[in-house]
């Protein structure tokens, strides 16, 4: 069982991935951001439950849509949001921007502009685990649209024959940009590839927190105990459009407003409020606190220099 | 000193490095108790066992992406791609993966990965196992390219490679492999970055490629005769790529001939050209510079038309008379 104070980390990391993105939108719409970005509104649950079963040594790689699993995995939402207004101060010096951001100390081995474009890696992030024996695991984060890419076979299969500690976590938030599942699958359940490498696959409600961490950490410790890696799939709905071009013409509004019905964060809320883990008072003050993080975020974003360009050559090959 | 094959070379690289750091291991198909499609690895199984002598399976976008991730985290991964026709189905890995990691991430990720490949055309392969592929990763930010000819430069560039920190694309040849040649037994290494003139002249330069760099010292002989004194540069790394050097033998010469194995059209012959033609070296040339190279079309199997698709030596030889008398 959770500890409360776990418990109530989980909640506040919710919210303050809701208000850092609520932000991010805000700032886009006032042309202080450069580029496009993916948010992950309603999608929280995935990240934190995911993330949550975790030790703090273990490694994630995430997606395009990553700004979740950063936050979740401990970043700090100023040098995020730095990086998201590219300045030299940001995760990346301003070099990557929303869609990569790495905290390679913290053992976030980044986000990636390709679809599927960590699946492969997580293989060689498992072995390294494996051969340098540290006992980590590997959490590797993908959409539905990356299950359709020939790496997660490849991937998929040689982590299977290797045994290796990672944990692949599929989050089906429906859609591919424009492509829904039902078009995209034979199958109703992308779980059930699993079976084709002889590995566990969990089908979850992705927007149930706990649940999340239940069918990770059983996944998460059954890697670190030498018993390979499982594949997960948590069910969940992005909120927004898939970038800042769509116009939303592959679903409609009833759609959209059905899944925000459940979002994850006001049931996680009501049932820690209904087990009394938190009141209401509590759980208001810590979305003002995720309010007042990301405002603090964006003020030491807008203070930070931007990269200086007699700097640009940098950091394309190591020394 | 004792000489050994270019194959050999490069496994007494790959076991000394193996020897010397235990982070280095490699992945690739058939690479174990088969020894490797040409048996570079032979016997290294033995030797270092299963774990570190991976075999793959028959998948090229995984081995790469597999290296890379290993590489982002504490190891150095050689993994082989069997023919470098095949480094197009990891080109995803290789190209938008594990060059660009660092430099996204501001600097603070590093990928010590080494790609080995054997390129060319010879075997009677044709279209899809023949391909001379380098100029590819050669136009990517963040990836090196080394191109060696000679055993004693395979062992000592595979050395630096395997130590440098970024990811680097080892390119051998086929017809390479069996060609003999004086190799140290000791561990050393070649800098990444330092062309090596194989044989000086003062008539002409030719700069000549992995095995065009011996089908050019063959020419150079034969043009000897005439009294024609050709100096052979070999870049041995394309990337980084040592333009001082190539640019100081022709401002020497006067005259500059471009031999590769790839295709004309986009292949490396048209960046060093450049890199003459617009550096200290213009001034001093007394003819076009001259580039001799695959010719634009898929490898065909026919054995006399495989022949007449990459340069031979007396095309060389036909080309550098055509500068020297023109």
């Known amino acids: ?86 300045k030299e101060t940001g995760y990346c010096r301003g070099r990557g921007g929303s869609m990569h951001i790495a905290d390679m100390e913290g053992g976030n081995l980044g986000a990636n502009g390709v679809v599927g474009g960590g699946i492969g890696m997580a293989v ?66 992308i779980a059930d590839r699993a079976a084709a490498y002889n590995m566990p696959g969990v089908v979850v409600d992705g927007n149930d927190v706990l ?31 898939h970038s800042k071009s769509d116009q939303e013409r592959y679903r409609t509004k009833g759609e959209v407003e059905a899944w925000k019905e459940r979002c994850p964060i006001l049931r996680f809320r009501a049932r820690l409020i209904g087990e009394r883990v938190i009141d209401e008072a509590e759980a208001n003050r810590m979305a003002e606190e995720a309010r007042r993080l990301v405002e603090e975020a964006v003020a030491f974003a807008e203070a930070s220099p931007e990269p200086s360009v007699e700097t640009i050559l940098e950091g394309v090959y190591a020394p | 000193m004792r000489e050994i094959t270019y194959a050999e070379a490069i496994r007494e690289a790959l076991r000394q490095e193996m020897q010397r750091d235990e982070r280095v291991f490699l992945l690739g198909e058939d690479l174990g108790v088969y020894g490797g499609a040409f048996g570079v690895t032979y016997g290294l199984l033995v030797e270092f066992g299963e774990e570190r002598v991976r075999d793959t399976p028959i998948s090229e ?44 991430f501001g600097g603070k990720a590093k990928v010590p990965l080494v790609l080995r490949t054997p390129a060319g055309a010879g075997t009677g392969a044709a279209a899809q196992h023949s391909q001379s592929l380098e100029a590819w990763p050669v136009h990517v930010p963040g990836l090196k390219v080394v191109m060696p000819s000679t055993p004693y430069d395979a062992k000592g560039l595979l050395l630096a490679s395997i130590r440098d920190d970024n990811p680097v694309i080892f390119v051998e040849h086929k017809l390479l492999y069996k060609t003999k040649g004086p190799v140290p037994e000791e561990d050393y290494t070649i800098p990444l970055g330092v062309a090596d003139i194989k044989r000086e002249g003062k008539d002409l330069t030719v700069i000549a490629t992995s095995l ?115």
């Not at chain 1, 599929?170 to 424009?178: D, H, L, V």
């Open chain 1, 124 to 189: 060689g992030a498992g072995l390294s685990i494996k051969m340098r024996g540290t006992g980590q695991v590997i959490l590797c984060f993908f959409g539905d649209g990356a299950a359709n890419r020939g790496i997660f076979h490849e991937a998929l299969n040689m982590a299977a024959i290797w045994t290796l500690p990672v944990v692949y976590l599929c989050e089906n938030n429906q859609y591919g940009m424009s492509m829904s599942v039902v078009r995209a699958f034979s199958i109703k359940d």
């Open chain 1, 1 to 86: 069982m959770l500890s409360e104070s776990k418990l109530k980390e989980m909640l506040h990391q919710m919210y303050l991935i809701r208000t850092f993105e609520e932000k991010a939108d805000e700032l886009y719409a006032l042309g202080k951001v450069h580029g496009t970005m993916h948010l992950s509104i309603g999608q929280e649950a995935t990240a934190v439950g995911a993330i949550g079963a975790l030790r703090p040594k273990d490694y994630i790689l995430s997606t395009h849509r990553g700004h979740g699993h950063c936050i979740a995995k401990g970043a700090d939402v100023k040098i995020m949001m730095a990086e998201f207004m590219g």
């Open chain 2, 61 to 104: 976008a995984a081995i790469v992406g597999a290296a890379i991730g290993a590489a982002l985290t504490g190891m150095r991964p050689v993994a082989e791609i069997m023919f470098m026709d095949f480094i197009t189905i990891a080109m995803e890995e290789l190209v938008n993966q594990g060059a660009k990691l660092r430099f996204m």
């Open chain 1, 211 to 241: 649940a999340v961490y239940e069918a990770t950490l059983e996944a998460v410790e059954r890697a670190r105990g030498g018993g390979g890696p499982s594949l997960i799939e948590g069910k969940t709905y992005r909120w927004k459009g």
């Open chain 2, 212 to 326: 065009m760099v011996l089908r050019a010292l063959q020419a150079a002989e034969e043009l000897a005769q005439e009294g024609i004194e050709v100096e052979v540069v070999d870049p041995r790394t394309l990337k980084p790529f040592d333009a001082e050097t190539v640019n100081r033998s022709v401002m020497k010469t006067g005259r500059a001939l471009i031999v590769h194995e790839a295709c004309l059209t986009g292949g490396v012959g048209a960046e060093i050209a450049a890199r003459i033609a617009e550096g200290p070296a213009f001034d001093y040339l007394d003819a076009p510079i001259k580039r001799l190279a695959g010719l634009d079309i898929p490898i065909p199997y026919n054995r006399n038309l495989e022949y007449h698709t990459v340069p031979q030596v007396e095309n060389i030889v036909e080309a550098a008379r055509e500068l020297v008398g023109g």
